[in-house]
C-alpha cells in the first residue's frame, strides 16, 4: 500500500549569500521515494545534507494527499526556515545559472531519492548574487508500508 503526496511554492530570496531551506524529517516506519524539481531565477548553490541535527525545526509546511478523495494525512514532516545546528553528510550539489529557457522559463533542477528511516534532510539554497530573485519548489513523495 502506498500513498502520495506534494507541495509546491516560491520563495523569494535578496542578497548575496542569502541562504533560506527546507527540512525533511523521515519516519520510522515507512519508505519514502521523494523528487524534486527546483527553478530558480537566477544564480543559486542547492546542496542536500543527510543526518542534520537542528535547533528549530522551521515552520510547518502542508504536504497534500494526491488522491484528493482520501483523508490520509502525509508522515514525513516539512518545513521551511530551519534552524541548523549540524548540516550532516552533504549527499548532493548542484548550481543553477542566471539563464532561461525559449519560453522564458528559469533553470530547473530536478533530484530523486529513496531516503532513509528516521532522518532528517536539509535542502540548502544559497544565493549567489545581490539582487532579489526567487526559487519556484515542488515536492513530491510516496509513502510505502514497509515490507
Known amino acids: 500500500m502506498f500513498n502520495q503526496y506534494f507541495t509546491k511554492g516560491v520563495v523569494s530570496i535578496?542578497?548575496?549569500?542569502?541562504?533560506?531551506?527546507?527540512?525533511?524529517?523521515?519516519?520510522?516506519?515507512?519508505?519514502?521515494?521523494?523528487?524534486?524539481?527546483?527553478?530558480?531565477?537566477?544564480d543559486f548553490t542547492i546542496q542536500i545534507y543527510e543526518d542534520v541535527t537542528t535547533l528549530d525545526d522551521g515552520t510547518p509546511i502542508t504536504g497534500f494527499n494526491t488522491n484528493r478523495n482520501s483523508l490520509t494525512a502525509h508522515s514525513m514532516d516539512l518545513f521551511s526556515a530551519p534552524t541548523i545546528d549540524d548540516p550532516g553528510d552533504l549527499i548532493w550539489e548542484t548550481r543553477t545559472l542566471a539563464t532561461k529557457g525559449i519560453a522564458g522559463v528559469s533553470s530547473q533542477i530536478t533530484y530523486e531519492i529513496?531516503?532513509?528511516?528516521?532522518?532528517k534532510y536539509y535542502?540548502?539554497?544559497?544565493?549567489?548574487t545581490a539582487a532579489t530573485h526567487f526559487v519556484d519548489y515542488d515536492f513530491w513523495w510516496v509513502e510505502y508500508e514497509s515490507i
Do not use: C, E, H, Q
Request: charged content about 20%.
Open 14 to 42: 535578496d542578497g548575496l549569500g542569502t541562504i533560506t531551506g527546507f527540512l525533511f524529517t523521515t519516519p520510522a516506519d515507512l519508505r519514502i521515494y521523494a523528487r524534486a524539481m527546483v527553478y530558480a531565477s537566477d
Open 114 to 119: 529513496l531516503v532513509k528511516y528516521s532522518t
Open 123 to 128: 535542502w540548502k539554497i544559497t544565493k549567489n
